[in-house]
Structures are given as structure tokens and as C-alpha cells.
């Protein structure tokens, strides 16, 4: 007999699981999926349909767990974190913005009750470093636990090297990579106060790996690269659970290509080709979009990738393959 595969993406179909309502588990605790399949609309259709899907997949399963997301009030990091919900993980958007962009709210709005839990807003710099590492220890505390971070914060200065300022890359470096630092490191104060084990993702760049042609932006690139590397040393002193039951912090690194964002929008605004430049550059022909990013990012931040840690995931249409 031959069977044929049904027409569906694989991440999609985990990432729409309902689950159970979110109540407080210890840390030690785990979950089952309870409910069956409900998407937002710009997925639902192509979901699989199934009066079995919760017993499918567990491991993908984050009901009754709690995140933290940076640069989450709109785009990529947004996206991450609409995919933690549906899973059905509580999650928490960071982001200096006053007030999130319309794009959270409609996003907080399709998060309830729609799906496993919730998606919350929280004011915060990472580039204050007391601040970042209050907001994410009230989170925890709040909560009684944090299973894990997806630091996506980010900013761009697209300049030739010549003409960077001082400030230019101080403002870079101080998001980019310390930021992110400063993230990571607060997060895990945090998880092995509470002895939590879980997950921290730290967002670079295919840039990281290669120059973009038709961008020049030296400090960026660079400071992908930075991060790409301390997610390894990260990983090296957080992954192995301790005799106290400390530790079990697994930390990743992904690294996506050019992506229909604000941030890559801004640059295609100032000069038309670079998105026909940027197409061509990759094997798909295309640039991605913020939502290709849920299943990857749900794979890294769940039990499903229990044995993975300082990894560098790239997700770039075969860009850097050629």
C-alpha cells in the first residue's frame, strides 16, 4: 500500500496544540497535551485535522511553563512568541517600546483564549542592565518559575565601516551582544534560583556567518558573530544539571536569513534592489517570513531538543549553502 504524506507543515501542526489551562507546576513538573487542534487564521488552514492530536508529540508540549521573550513587541520576536503560546506556555514580551506596536495586540488578542495561555506585555532596556535583570526576576517570581528566554532584541546600522561613529557602535554592540548577554545572564539567575530547567535561545544572524551583499554593516555582522560564540560558553557553564539540582539550562543559537521585518524593511526602503538582490542570493528565491520562524523556535525551546545544547541553528532558504 502507499501511503502519501498529508499536505501540512510540520511545525505549524505541533505549534497549534491547544493544551490545558495554565495553572502553577513545580518546576519538577510535567504536562500532557488535553486539547485538540485551534489556530489563528493565518495558520489554521493548513493544519492537519485530528480527534487525536493531543496525544501527539508531548515532548513539544509547554503547558503550565513560563517565558520570556525579548524585542517581543512586534516581528520576528512576536512571532516567537505567539508560537511559545499556542504550545501553551505563558509567556512574557520584553521590549523598550512604551506601549507594544498593534501587531502584539492583535497577537494578545488571538492568544486569548484561544490558545493554551497567555501573552503579556513588560517595559524593558536591555541595555539597563538593573533594569533587565528586575523585570526578568519578578517574572519568575511572580510565577514561581521561568522555564526559559528567547533573547531577540536587535538593531541595525547599515554604514561602510568609514563612516560608523562611536556611537553607532556602542548602540549596536550594547543591544546586539550585551543586551543579550545581560539577558541570558538574568534569565539564568533566575532559573537556577528556582532550580528550573529549560531553555535560552539566543537570536543572531546568518550575518554572523557571512557579509550580506548590498548591505554594509560591519559592527552588526560582527556582533552576530559574538553572539554565535557566547552561546557556547553559555552552554558550557549552564547545561550540566548539578548535584543540587541546579543547572539543566540548555542554550542555542539561531541564525536567521533576511526576514520580512521592520528592521530589514528599513534598509529595503532606502535602496529597492537590495530585495531582489537579497532573493536571488538564497536557494528559495524569496525572503522568509516571521512566521517560518514558530517551529524552530518552538523545537529549541521545548523538551523535544533535550540532548541540545550550544548548537547553531541556521534557517536562511539555503543561503549560506551555496
Same mark, same amino acid.
Given at each position: ?16 496544540? $491547544? ?24 495558520? $489554521? ?106 533573547? +531577540? ?30 539577558? +541570558?545572564?538574568? +534569565?539564568? !539567575? ?22 550580506? $551583499? ?27 544539571? $548539578? ?26 526602503? !532606502? ?52
Amino acid at each position: 500500500m502507499l501511503l502519501r504524506a498529508r499536505p501540512h507543515s510540520f511545525a505549524f501542526g505541533v505549534s497549534n496544540l $491547544k493544551h490545558e489551562r495554565w495553572r502553577p507546576l513545580g518546576c519538577g513538573a510535567t504536562s500532557r497535551f488535553t486539547r485538540s487542534m485551534a489556530g489563528h487564521a493565518h495558520v $489554521k488552514e493548513r493544519l492537519p485535522r485530528s480527534e487525536k492530536a493531543q496525544e501527539r508529540f508531548r515532548e513539544f508540549s509547554l503547558a503550565g511553563k513560563v517565558f520570556a521573550v525579548t524585542g517581543g513587541a512586534r516581528g520576528l520576536g512576536l512571532s516567537m512568541a505567539e508560537a511559545l503560546v499556542e504550545a501553551g506556555g505563558r509567556v512574557y514580551c520584553l521590549d523598550r517600546l512604551p506601549e507594544p506596536d498593534e501587531e502584539f495586540h492583535a497577537a494578545e488578542a488571538r492568544a486569548n483564549p484561544d490558545f493554551g495561555d497567555s501573552l503579556h506585555y513588560r517595559r524593558m532596556d536591555v541595555t539597563d542592565d538593573a533594569n533587565t535583570e528586575a523585570v526578568i526576576a519578578d517574572i519568575a517570581a511572580q510565577n514561581s518559575r521561568l522555564d526559559g528566554l528567547v533573547a +531577540a532584541a536587535g538593531i541595525n546600522c547599515v554604514a561602510s565601516a568609514i563612516d560608523h561613529t562611536p556611537k553607532n557602535v556602542d548602540d549596536v554592540i550594547h543591544i546586539n551582544y550585551t543586551g543579550v548577554f545581560r539577558s +541570558a545572564v538574568s +534569565a539564568a !539567575k533566575a532559573m537556577l534560583d528556582v532550580k528550573c530547567h529549560g531553555s535560552i535561545l539566543l537570536v543572531a544572524s546568518m550575518s554572523g556567518i557571512i557579509a550580506n $551583499k548590498g548591505m554594509e554593516s560591519a559592527i552588526y555582522n560582527s556582533s552576530k558573530a559574538a553572539v554565535i560564540q557566547l552561546t557556547r560558553s553559555l552552554a558550557m557553564e549552564w547545561s550540566e544539571i $548539578k548535584e543540587d539540582g541546579t543547572g539543566g539550562i540548555r542554550v542555542n543559537c539561531l541564525c536567521p536569513g533576511h526576514i520580512e521585518t521592520p528592521m530589514a524593511k528599513m534598509v529595503m526602503e !532606502k535602496d529597492p534592489d537590495t530585495r531582489d538582490l537579497w532573493a536571488s542570493e538564497n536557494m528559495m528565491k524569496r525572503l522568509a517570513r516571521p512566521e517560518e520562524f514558530r517551529g524552530i523556535t518552538l523545537l529549541l525551546m521545548s523538551d523535544a531538543s533535550s540532548f541540545m545544547t550550544g548548537s547553531t541553528v541556521v534557517v536562511d532558504g539555503g543561503h549560506t549553502a551555496w
